[in-house]
T-cell receptor, first 112, second 113 residues
């Protein structure tokens, strides 16, 4: 595709349920990032994948959060046992040489 | 620890005015700096990327400058239009470690017709 795509665009779930968020990066981009934007807050880095290297998970807020990237392309962010404080917009970005990052439209997660 | 600050937090100007948005960062050892705009309920749109070796970048009515030694970048918008209304974010990547962005909290711009 022409840009980074994310699905779903909106997700409403009940507290305690697991959710999966998907990101399709720009074709050929080797780096993929997940960020979180909470209401009234800035963007918070979550996790970064670069090629076949071990991911940088330093931004994940708890062990309920995990992410994988299959085949160096599509990535899935999983949140287990969701809490109300997990409500936010989850943004994915990808980049290639030069490290200019291109963002997807985001997934708005609401935990009731 | 890198911290990025944007001033002002909000700005309202009449159409046609030239304006400057400011971004400052505490650690001058950066790899690059990128300016984005974010429309309400949308993702981020890349505006300009400045590599650490560059002093400025221009795209249309936008000009971004970088002064690494003083930890500052400015985004200049010429002849502002109502369509420029959005939140503007700057972000920096550190020169060492992984290439993750540290974002400022943004400047919310409103251009009045």
């Amino acid at each position: 595709g022409a840009g980074v795509s994310q699905s779903p665009s909106n997700k409403v779930t009940e507290k305690g349920k697991d959710v999966e968020l998907r990101c399709d990066p720009i074709s050929g981009h080797t780096a993929l990032y997940w960020y979180r934007q909470s209401l009234g807050q800035g963007l918070e880095f979550l996790i970064y994948f670069q090629g076949n290297s071990a991911p940088d998970k330093s931004g994940l807020p708890s062990d309920r959060f995990s992410a994988e990237r299959t085949g160096g392309s599509v990535s899935t962010l999983t949140i287990q046992r969701t809490q109300q404080e997990d409500s936010a917009v989850y943004l994915c970005a990808s980049s290639s040489k030069g490290w200019e990052q291109f963002f997807g439209p985001g997934t708005r997660l609401t935990v009731l | 620890k890198q911290e990025v600050t944007q001033i002002p937090a909000a700005l309202s100007v009449p159409e046609g005015e030239n304006l400057v948005l400011n971004c400052s960062f505490t650690d001058s050892a950066i790899y690059n700096l990128q300016w984005f705009r974010q429309d309400p309920g949308k993702g981020l749109t890349s505006l300009l990327l400045i590599q650490s070796s560059q002093r400025e970048q221009t795209s249309g009515r936008l000009n971004a400058s970088l002064d690494k030694s003083s930890g500052r970048s400015t985004l200049y918008i010429a002849a502002s239009q109502p369509g420029d209304s959005a939140t503007y974010l700057c972000a920096v990547i550190g020169a060492s470690g992984t290439y993750k962005y540290i974002f400022g909290t943004g400047t919310r711009l409103k251009v009045l017709a």
